[in-house]
């Protein structure tokens, strides 16, 4: 379930009379990710989604890799594994998932392009539910500008996994319709603020 949360808390921000939540087919452990689902075309070759299937690359720093698209990138520690959500049935709005888990930790970037005009995603619900779908509580949260683009931060406590107590950093931002959500978990009493800041901060973007 709590691998779940971390995709599905970025697909509940939304406003207006879409709700982009997908059905998470079943509670998942932690450390269980969605398998990739590429739109297949007509003639079976599978396609990029409507945001456009980033490649990822590996940088200069050693044991990272450059999650790249066509107006953004991000670092993560190692390849990270892709998968894809919609909306449910009649919604235009496709999620781009990128999950890297290693020993204690878990980062997750989720990419959605909001295309209906007057319903913008909201930051606030969107980190509201990612923490309510982890089973936690938003600790703390700040809303601020990232590169002068709306943007909430927050800390969720009190999930757990297994009997033992995890804690999730979480950050949205919004660019020109699209909603970026990064999130990253810790297994362990002590978070590594660090590790959370130098994988948000790596984000850039275009527009």
């Known amino acids: 379930m709590l691998g779940t949360a971390l ?21 998942r452990p ?10 297949a075309s007509t003639d079976g070759t599978p396609q990029p989604s409507a945001s ?33 959500a919609t909306g449910p049935s009649g919604s235009k709005i496709t999620f781009d998932i990128y999950r890297y888990e290693a020993g204690s930790e ?8 909001y295309p209906k005009v007057g319903t913008l ?3 606030k619900e969107a980190i509201d ?4 779908q982890a089973g936690g509580k938003l600790a703390t949260s700040r809303t601020f500008k990232y590169k002068k683009m709306p943007a909430i ?5 009190g999930v757990r ?5 995890v804690t999730i950093f979480a950050r949205y931002l919004v660019v020109n319709r699209v909603m970026y959500g990064l999130l990253y978990l810790y297994r362990g009493d002590i978070a590594p603020n660090l590790a959370f800041k130098t994988f948000v901060e790596s984000l850039t973007f275009s527009g």
């Not at 878990?106 to 392009?113: A, L």
């Not at 539910?129 to 309510?132: F, I």
């Not at 931060?153 to 406590?157: L, V, W």
């Not at 996994?161 to 107590?165: F, H, L, M, S, V």
């Open 52 to 84: 456009e299937l980033p490649t990822a690359t590996t940088p200069p720093v050693p044991g990272g890799t450059v999650i790249r698209g066509s107006d953004f990138t991000i670092l993560l520690p190692g390849s990270a594994e892709q998968s894809k």
């Open 153 to 157: 931060e927050g800390t969720i406590t």
């Open 7 to 27: 995709v599905a808390g970025t697909l509940g921000g939304c406003g207006g009379d879409d709700n982009p939540i997908p059905s998470s087919g079943g509670d």
């Open 106 to 113: 878990i980062y997750t970037v989720t990419r959605g392009y």
């Open 121 to 123: 995603p909201l930051l």
């Open 30 to 39: 932690i450390g269980t990710t969605p398998q990739p689902t590429p739109t």
């Open 129 to 132: 539910s990612a923490a309510d």
């Open 161 to 165: 996994d297994k009997g033992q107590e």
